[in-house]
C-alpha cells in the first residue's frame, strides 16, 4: 500500500512538472501577442533623450527611454512621404502614397478605409483592436472595435478645447484636459475595459506637439531658466541647394504671431480680422513682439520660443506613454506586449534654420523608432539597419503570428529585431507631392542608401541633389556636380530599379498633375453632442 502511494505521488511530481514546463512554454509560443502601438505628431529624434542629442540632454524623455533601456532603439528608420495624412495611410497598409491613395494632405481627399490595413488583419483573427487619439484621415477609422479621434480642424484636433467622434457617431468636446490628457485618460479606461478573454491591438497617438505647440498648463514653467543650443546649421544660406532656398518654413522668417503665443489688439472687429493678424508671418511678411528686438536677437528669440513650447508638448506625451508603460507593468501585461513608439515623421528642431518636415534631409526623413519585447529583443539593443514605414504593418502581424498580405509592399522587419545576422534594406525610398501648400516645398523623389542620398526635385524646376552621408551628415554639401559620373549612374540605376519595384515609375507629366489634382475632402462631419 504504502509502495503504490509513493509511486503515486511520484506521478503527481511528474505530471506537475510537466504542467509547469508546458506552461512556461506556452508563455513563449502560444499566448497570443499584445500590441501597443505609440505614436505622437511631429516628435522628432532629436527630441528624444535615447537618441543622445544635446537638446534631448536638456529636456529628457525618460519614459520614451524606458521602451528604448527594455528593448531596442532604431537609427535608420525612414517615411515614404513626410507628411503626417501620408504616413499614417502608408504605416496602416503597408503600401506607398501612390497605391494607398493618399498622398497629399491638401487637397489630397480621404483615406479609403475599404482597403485592407493591419488593424483589420488583427480584428479578423480574435483581437480587440481600438485607435485612440489623432487620426487625420478624414474618414471613419475602420478595423476597430473602438475609436475616439481628434475631428476638429479637419481631424487636426486642438490642444485645448478638443473635439473627438466616438465610433464615427458622437462628437464630444472635451472643456478641461489638455488634448494629451484626455488621449492618455481615454487610453488607460479602454485598457481597463477591454474584453480580457482576447487579446488587444492598440493605437494610442497623440496630437503632440504639432504646430502650434501649447502644452498643458503644467509644463508651462518647464525651461524658464536656461536657453537650448542652437543646431550648428542654423544659419544655413542653402548654397548649392535651390529646392531648399525657395522653402517658407524658417524659423526666422514664416514662424507667424499664432505660433509666438502672441496676443492680438483690442478692437479687431471680426473672426476673420483675428485669424489675419494671427496668421500674419507665414508668408514671410515682418513682424516684430517689440520694436527693439530686430535681426539676429528677434530670430534667437523666435527659435526659444519655438523650441521651449515644443519640448514642453513632448514632456506630455512622455508623461502619458509613461502612464500606460506602468499600467502594463502593474497589470502584468508587459511580458507579453509589444510596444512600440514612433512618431509620423522627423521634424526639424532649428536645423536648416527650420521648422516642418516634408524634405528628404535626414531630420523629417527620418521616424524615431523604439520598440520593446521582452521575450525576443534584447534590452538595450541598438540597430542600424535600414526599415521604412510600409514596413511596420507586416512587421507587427509578424510578431503576433498573423498573415501577411501579398498586396502589402512592405516587408517584415522581425528578424532584423531578434537575430544579429539579419540586415534591413539595401536602401530606402521617397516620393513627396505636396506644392505650394504649405512652406513650398518642392515635389521630389530619392533614394538613400548607407552612404549617398540622390534626390531629384522635379515639379517647377529639374535639379539633382547628392549627399554623401558619412562625411557630410548635416547635408550641406550638394555633391551631384562634382561627384564621379559611375557613383551618379549607379545611384541612377539603384532609384530606377526601386521605382519600378513599387510600381512608381510614372512619367514626369503624370507625377506633376498628381500634384496638380485637387482630390475634395468628404469628411463626413459626425453628430455633435455636447459631454
Ligand atoms: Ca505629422
Redesign the pocket.
Known amino acids: 500500500m504504502m509502495k503504490k502511494l509513493l509511486v503515486c505521488l511520484t506521478c503527481v511530481a511528474f505530471l506537475l512538472s510537466c504542467a509547469n514546463t508546458t506552461s512556461d512554454n506556452q508563455a513563449d509560443r502560444d499566448q497570443p501577442l499584445n500590441v501597443l502601438y505609440i505614436m505622437a505628431?511631429?516628435l522628432a529624434y532629436q527630441a528624444i533623450s535615447a537618441y543622445g542629442s544635446e537638446i534631448s540632454q536638456l529636456a529628457p524623455t525618460p519614459n520614451i527611454d524606458r521602451i528604448a533601456n527594455q528593448g531596442a532603439r532604431m537609427d535608420a528608420v525612414y517615411c515614404t512621404n513626410s507628411?503626417?495624412g501620408p504616413?499614417r495611410s502608408a504605416i496602416l497598409t503597408g503600401k506607398f502614397s501612390h497605391v494607398n491613395g493618399f498622398y497629399k494632405n491638401v487637397n489630397g481627399g480621404d483615406f479609403d478605409g475599404d482597403q485592407q490595413t493591419f488593424p483589420k488583419i488583427f480584428q479578423e483573427n480574435g483581437y480587440e483592436t481600438a485607435v485612440i487619439g489623432k487620426w487625420h484621415l478624414g474618414t471613419t477609422p475602420t478595423g476597430f472595435d473602438y475609436s475616439k479621434v481628434l475631428v476638429n480642424w479637419g481631424g487636426q484636433g486642438t490642444y485645448y478645447k478638443p473635439e473627438f467622434c466616438i465610433n464615427g457617431v458622437d462628437t464630444v468636446t472635451d472643456y478641461k484636459r489638455h488634448s494629451t490628457k484626455v488621449i492618455e485618460d481615454d487610453c488607460i479606461d479602454w485598457l481597463e475595459s477591454r474584453d480580457e478573454e482576447k487579446p488587444f491591438m492598440l493605437l494610442y497617438q497623440f496630437k503632440a506637439p504639432?504646430r502650434d505647440w501649447r502644452p498643458d498648463s503644467m509644463y508651462h514653467d518647464l525651461f524658464t531658466d536656461f536657453d537650448f543650443p542652437l543646431p550648428e546649421n542654423f544659419n544655413d544660406d542653402y548654397k548649392g541647394r535651390i529646392a531648399a532656398g525657395e522653402n517658407m518654413m524658417e524659423i526666422e522668417n514664416h514662424l507667424n504671431r499664432r505660433d509666438m503665443k502672441q496676443l492680438p489688439p483690442e478692437g479687431l472687429k471680426t473672426r476673420k480680422d483675428s485669424m489675419r493678424w494671427y496668421a500674419y508671418g507665414d508668408k514671410g511678411q515682418f513682424w516684430t513682439p517689440n520694436d527693439t528686438l530686430q535681426g539676429e536677437d528677434l530670430k534667437y528669440w523666435k527659435y526659444q520660443t519655438y523650441i521651449k513650447d515644443y519640448l514642453r508638448c513632448v514632456a506630455g506625451v512622455d508623461r502619458a506613454i509613461g502612464s500606460v508603460l506602468d499600467y502594463l507593468d502593474d497589470n502584468g501585461l508587459s511580458e507579453n506586449t509589444v510596444v512600440v513608439y514612433t512618431?509620423?515623421?522627423g521634424f526639424y528642431l532649428g536645423e536648416h534654420g527650420w521648422f516642418d518636415?516634408r524634405w528628404m534631409y535626414e531630420e523629417s526623413f527620418k521616424m524615431p523608432f523604439v520598440i520593446k519585447y521582452p521575450g525576443l529583443i534584447d534590452a538595450g539593443s541598438v540597430s542600424n539597419e535600414m526599415i521604412m514605414n510600409v514596413d511596420f504593418a507586416p512587421t507587427l502581424l509578424d510578431f503576433a503570428g498573423l498573415p501577411i498580405p501579398d498586396e502589402m509592399q512592405g516587408q517584415s522587419f522581425k528578424d532584423v529585431l531578434t537575430d544579429d545576422n539579419k540586415t534591413g534594406r539595401d536602401a530606402v525610398y521617397y516620393h513627396y507631392y505636396e506644392y505650394p501648400l504649405w512652406h513650398k516645398v518642392q515635389p521630389h523623389y530619392g533614394v538613400r542608401t548607407d552612404q549617398y542620398k540622390l534626390i531629384h526635385f522635379y515639379y517647377s524646376m529639374d535639379e539633382w541633389e547628392l549627399y554623401d552621408l558619412k562625411n557630410d551628415p548635416d547635408e550641406m554639401n550638394n555633391i551631384y556636380s562634382e561627384a564621379p559620373a559611375e557613383l551618379i549612374t549607379s545611384l541612377k540605376l539603384q532609384l530606377d530599379s526601386i521605382k519600378k519595384e513599387y510600381h512608381d515609375d510614372f512619367s514626369m507629366d503624370q507625377m506633376k498633375l498628381m500634384t496638380d489634382t485637387v482630390i475634395s475632402r468628404v469628411y463626413n462631419e459626425p453628430h455633435k453632442q455636447k459631454l
Open positions: 505628431d511631429d507628411i503626417c504616413s504639432h512618431s509620423d515623421q518636415k
